[in-house]
């Protein structure tokens, strides 16, 4: 087995600088050329609307629709929040329900407040003494 770069002649061992230095560059090479990224697909407004609509329609699941799409399922999700019109999940509530709401809360925090400073405050029997409270188990 001799070195195809005939820097020390005739190369018979594994460790040649000239072998090693070429094997690696061809590992690096071959590494390089696998990844290598595909070119970026590039679709229209309508296919997305399309796919989006098709996604959300049907009863299957998003992964399976991008797969007969061939498209990316992450493509196809991105795709969905983008396109997909907001769903309304709030009702709308006219001013007087909520300031009838906010008058109602006011109150209920008033009443609260007053019961637990009722609760602050030290009990007295009727001679006027303080009352101790004993909880035994």
């Known amino acids: 087995m001799g070195c195809s ?3 020390r002649g005739t190369c018979n061992t594994r460790g040649c600088f000239a072998c090693v230095l070429y ?3 061809n590992r690096l090479s071959n590494v390089a050329n696998q990844t290598k990224k595909k070119p970026n697909k590039s679709y229209t407004s309508e296919f997305k609307e399309s796919a989006v609509k098709l996604a959300n ?3 299957q699941p998003v992964s399976q629709t991008a797969r ?3 498209v990316n399922v992450n493509t196809l999700h991105t795709w969905i929040s983008k396109y997909s019109k907001p769903v309304k999940t709030v ?3 006219s001013d007087e329900h909520i300031y009838d709401e906010v008058k109602r809360l006011k109150k209920e925090l008033a009443k609260v407040i007053q019961e637990r400073d009722l609760l602050k405050r030290p009990q007295r029997t009727l001679q006027g ?5 004993r909880m035994d188990n």
């Open 5 to 7: 770069f005939k820097i």
């Open 23 to 25: 094997s690696s560059k």
């Open 57 to 59: 329609e049907t009863d």
């Open 68 to 70: 007969e799409l061939g």
């Open 91 to 93: 009702a709308n509530r």
């Open 129 to 133: 003494k303080l009352c101790e409270v």
